[in-house]
């Protein structure tokens, strides 16, 4: 059961109306006093709360009228109504514990969407024993924890901000979201804001037409409307300058943007997801980070364990990183020894996952043997910034040198052409990757 709070007579009409038609039960408070006689009467499943209740507009009745709510009711979710004038206080509303907000005038199909990811998240986990979860390897108590709460909430629309520290696997939780959601056969679209420059972002983002600038000479679809139906996944939000972050906001509340170049606005119907290495809730006390753009990506946060607290799923990794580095290099596939496994799963891993796949992949090709040491690790880690083609090793795809190459290519484009993410994930600085990219003809 849905509780409307509103002192305007036509709104909860129409709220009444939109809900029963959606197959929710509903009832109605016209004053924060006749709402908390429906709280105390019977706990409905869902709050709909307007910020207002009288010729005054300060909100404070709305934000008072929260927090007794929660006092009753701290696990039912409630779902403020605001203007765009007053998106300050709905903020404030988050922080006293609101679920989410929406403003007026609403979209009846994104205020439905809105109840059903609020209600569904109130549903107890049945666990991820069906998850799709390609490549995720592990069985950690950590992971599995962040598995369940994906196989959870996958099925909504619910925004979700995945955080953790480089190298955790974040892109591969915001895959098995989509590939575990109802949009499963529609675009998941990857954009890696921290290669995306302020005054291209418009233009990435929302698209242009021909003419808007110098040198475009045609019509370009953005991400936004490629991602149409599906999934758009924007990596590293954390790198986004405050324009930008301007822009992003009004796009992820209304679903409407206008491509640069073109007063004709667009619609679309995504879920978006987003991940970041950074300390956002800290960026947000310092005003670097908009605190209501934080609270519209964050509604569910998936925080990654670093691998060191999971080291018990190192060898498995490990395993899977000889089998897909051996299929990818046309090698033979290497074992591990025990010894080597137990060295593995002592380290500390400040790289966390991509940094096991690195020296794994390092040392089968160096090695050259069937069976991986401990030894063979340490001799391989020691050269993790000396370029492989310094070794005179030979596979069945030809050099090293060629095999370098190769991944400087495949990690440039992982990266979107971003040198400092390249760099990181090949273990080797800025400048001896820009040296490597002259060599190879790959600017």
Request: one cysteine or more.
């Amino acid at each position: 059961m849905i509780l409307i709070v509103d002192d305007d007579a036509a709104i909860r009409s129409s709220l009444s109306f939109l809900t029963r038609r959606a197959g929710y039960a509903a009832r109605f408070a016209s004053s924060p006093a006749e709402a908390m006689e429906e709280v105390r009467r019977k706990a409905p499943s869902l709050v709909l709360l307007d910020m207002n209740f009288s010729r005054f507009t300060s909100g404070e009745e709305g934000l008072t009228l929260l927090r007794q709510i929660r006092v009753f009711l701290p696990s039912v979710p409630v779902i403020l109504m605001t203007a765009w004038g007053s998106i300050e206080l709905a903020v404030e509303g988050m922080r006293a514990g609101a679920f989410d907000f929406i403003t007026k005038p609403w979209d009846n199909r994104r205020l439905l969407e809105r109840i059903s990811v609020a209600l569904e998240m109130q549903r107890p986990p049945e666990g991820a024993s069906g998850l799709i979860r390609d490549f995720i390897v592990g069985s950690d108590p950590k992971l599995e924890s962040v598995l369940e709460t994906v196989a959870k909430i996958a099925p909504t629309n619910a925004p979700v901000l995945i955080t953790g520290e480089s190298g955790t696997g974040k892109e591969l939780v915001a895959e098995a979201l989509h590939r575990n959601s109802r949009r499963a056969d529609k675009p998941f679209v990857k954009v890696n804001l921290g290669g995306i420059s302020s005054s291209l972002f418009e233009s990435e983002m929302f698209g242009h037409k021909k003419g808007a600038f110098t040198g475009a000479v045609a019509d370009r679809v953005g991400r936004f409307e490629a991602a149409d139906g599906g999934t758009i996944f924007l990596d590293e939000i954390g790198e986004l300058d405050p324009f930008s972050q301007v822009k992003l906001l009004r796009v992820l509340q209304e679903q409407k943007f206008e491509p640069l170049g073109s007063s004709a606005t667009k619609s679309v119907d995504i879920r978006v997801v987003c991940a970041t290495n950074a300390d956002l809730p800290r960026m947000v006390a310092a005003r670097e980070f908009r605190e209501d753009l934080y609270y519209r990506i964050s509604l569910v946060n998936i925080e990654l364990p670093p691998l060191r607290q999971r080291s018990g799923d190192i060898p498995a990794l490990a395993r899977l990183f000889l089998t897909k580095g051996a299929a990818a290099h046309g090698v033979e596939i290497s074992r591990l020894s025990t010894e080597a496994e137990a060295w593995l799963t002592g380290r500390s891993w400040p790289g966390n996952i991509r940094e096991l796949k690195n020296l794994v992949e390092r040392t089968m090709l160096i090695s050259g043997k069937k069976l991986l040491t401990a030894d063979d690790f340490k001799h391989s880690e020691g050269l993790g910034g000396v370029p492989l083609s310094t070794a005179t090793v030979t596979t069945a795809t030809g050099t090293l040198e060629e095999i370098e190459r190769e991944r400087i290519a495949d990690a440039l484009q992982r990266h979107d052409g971003n040198i400092s993410q390249a760099a990181a994930e090949l273990g080797v600085t800025r400048q001896s990757l820009y040296r490597k990219m002259e060599k190879f003809g790959l600017r």
